[in-house]
Structures are given as structure tokens and as C-alpha cells.
């Protein structure tokens, strides 16, 4: 699962702790957005026409041995483009300072056509450092 690259340099660094900070998931329409692991740092290198939803604060997060957990995560009343991919990121209430943490396209589903219901992801594990 890749990470982005300032991600890395922040939980090197105490600028990220996954359990104690608010972490939000977004649902990404690749159409609109192509990753760059190493330059992209903020939710705001995301156009907004790019993120078709938000998760509420992710819940029940924990590491254990390396690893990055949280429980299943769901998109409510999403409408808007299908989404290719899940990003997480740290919220800090502000795009230009909500740092963007892992990108994800293998998801069981995944494209999503969103139909105005809630989209349900049993996905748990987000990486491994």
C-alpha cells in the first residue's frame, strides 16, 4: 500500500500518529486525479472535483507490529463520479494543511459508481512501516 513520501517523513518524524490524530479516508475519482507519491503532501493537491467523499473520523485505529488498523470505514450518502481509489489523511479542518497519508486502488468493489447511498468498505489495514 503506498504511502505518500512527506507522509513518511511525518510519522519518522512525530508530525503524524495515526491513533491519536483525526483520520479521515476520501474517495478519489482517478479521472480527475493522478497520484504523485513524492511531490503531493495536502488533501488540497486533491482537486475538489476529485474527492467524491469523506469518511467521518476513522474509528478503533491501533498499530500493531508495523501495521495500521482501523474499523471498517464507510462513505455516507455519496453521489457524484466513480472512484477508483481511497486515500487517507490526517484532518486538521483545513485542505491546505490536512496531510495525505496512504493511497489505495486494490479494494474488493473497487471502481464504486456512487448512487446517493452510503458506501460500506470493509477495509481495516492501511499499511505497514
Known amino acids: 500500500m503506498p504511502r505518500f513520501t ?3 517523513e511525518k510519522f519518522l518524524s ?12 476520501v474517495l478519489v475519482d482517478t479521472d480527475q486525479y493522478t497520484v504523485d507519491l513524492v511531490n503531493h503532501e495536502f488533501l488540497s493537491d486533491i482537486p475538489s472535483a476529485a ?4 469518511t467521518d473520523a476513522l474509528t478503533g485505529k491501533a498499530v500493531t507490529g508495523g501495521s495500521t488498523t482501523s474499523d471498517p470505514i464507510r462513505f455516507p450518502g455519496v453521489s457524484g463520479n466513480e472512484s477508483e481509489a481511497i486515500v487517507s489523511f490526517k484532518d486538521t479542518g483545513d485542505p491546505a494543511t490536512s496531510s495525505l497519508i496512504s493511497y489505495h486502488t486494490a479494494i474488493t468493489g473497487f471502481p464504486v459508481t456512487p448512487n446517493t447511498g452510503d458506501i ?3 477495509m481495516t489495514k492501511w499499511f505497514t512501516i
Open 6 to 8: 512527506k507522509a513518511n
Open 51 to 54: 474527492r467524491t467523499a469523506t
Open 120 to 122: 460500506n468498505i470493509n
Open 14 to 25: 512525530t508530525g503524524l500518529n495515526w491513533v491519536a490524530d483525526t483520520i479521515r479516508a
